[in-house]
C-alpha cells in the first residue's frame, strides 16, 4: 500500500488540525489505516486507528480530543485533532497494516507514509 499524507503545520494550544491520508494498491477491506507520531528525542507512538468496518482505537493521551474517521470505501482517513497541546507536537505518521481485533502496533505496521510535522505552541 502507498501512503500520501498531508495537513499539519503549526498551531496554538487550544487550536484544532486534520490530517488526512490517502491509500492505493490494496483493496480497501483488506488492510487497516492509522497514524503515529513521533516528538523529537522519542520513540514512535501510537494515536489512532481504524478498519474499514468503522472499528476505531485511540491512545489513551488523545482520547476524547482527536478522531480518526474515513477509510470505507474511499482509501481515505482523517484524524481530527481537537484541543491541541504542546506535548502534541510530533511527525505524525500514516500507517497500515493487517486488520485484527487490536490497534496497530509499530511492529504489525507493513507500510509507511511521509510524516507531517505538528507544532503545537504555548
Known amino acids: 500500500v502507498q501512503l500520501q499524507a498531508s495537513g499539519g503545520g503549526s498551531v496554538q494550544a487550544g487550536g484544532s488540525l486534520r490530517l488526512s491520508c490517502a491509500a492505493s494498491g490494496r483493496t480497501f477491506n483488506t488492510y487497516a489505516l492509522g497514524w503515529f507520531r513521533q516528538a523529537a528525542g522519542k520513540e514512535r507512538e501510537f494515536v489512532a486507528s481504524i478498519d474499514w468496518t468503522g472499528n476505531t482505537w485511540y491512545s489513551d493521551s488523545v482520547k476524547g480530543r482527536f478522531t480518526v474517521f474515513g477509510h470505507d470505501r474511499k482509501n481515505t482517513i482523517y484524524l481530527q485533532m481537537n484541543s491541541l497541546q504542546p506535548e502534541d507536537t510530533a511527525v505524525y505518521y500514516c500507517?497500515?497494516?493487517?486488520?485484527?481485533?487490536?490497534?496497530?502496533?509499530?511492529?504489525?505496521?507493513?507500510?509507511w507514509g511521509q510524516g507531517t510535522l505538528v507544532t503545537v505552541s504555548s
Open positions: 500507517a497500515e497494516g493487517p486488520i485484527t481485533d487490536r490497534p496497530l502496533t509499530v511492529t504489525s505496521v507493513r507500510s
